[in-house]
């Protein structure tokens, strides 16, 4: 059975950092790449970050590009997203994906809530 399982969310201030982890399970895990996207309400799902396969290629969005930095460690079936210098506009649904040629399956996402 395909899993991924996102954690770290929670409520910080801005200018905080949180640490999300995308734990899978069930599929291969360093044969895909792996994405992080957020959705804010009343706004589409949008790509923050994501990883190639062995890790050495790594895309950001405009928005965290500096403050953000997705990181996957493939003997763990784990991906990482570490978010510092935490913004309001930050505040979302962050959900993990793994995605190939062929695949595409998602995390059911983690609520992430910057405010002070």
């Known amino acids: 059975q395909v899993r991924l399982v996102e954690s770290g969310g929670g409520l910080v201030q801005p200018g905080g950092s949180l640490r999300l982890s995308c734990a899978a399970s069930?599929?291969?895990?360093?044969?895909?790449?792996m994405n992080w996207y957020r959705q804010a309400p009343g706004k589409e799902r949008e790509l923050v970050a994501s990883?190639?396969?062995?890790?050495?290629?790594?895309n950001y969005a405009d928005s965290v590009k500096g403050r953000f930095t997705i990181s996957r460690d493939n003997a763990k079936n784990t991906a990482y997203l570490q978010m510092n210098s935490l913004k309001p506009e930050d505040t979302a649904v962050y959900f993990c994906?793994?995605?190939?040629?062929?695949?595409?399956?998602w995390g059911q996402g983690t609520q992430v809530t910057v405010s002070s």
């Open positions: 069930g599929f291969t895990f360093s044969w895909f790449t």
């Open positions: 994906n793994a995605k190939n040629s062929w695949f595409s399956y």
């Open positions: 990883i190639a396969i062995a890790g050495g290629v790594t």
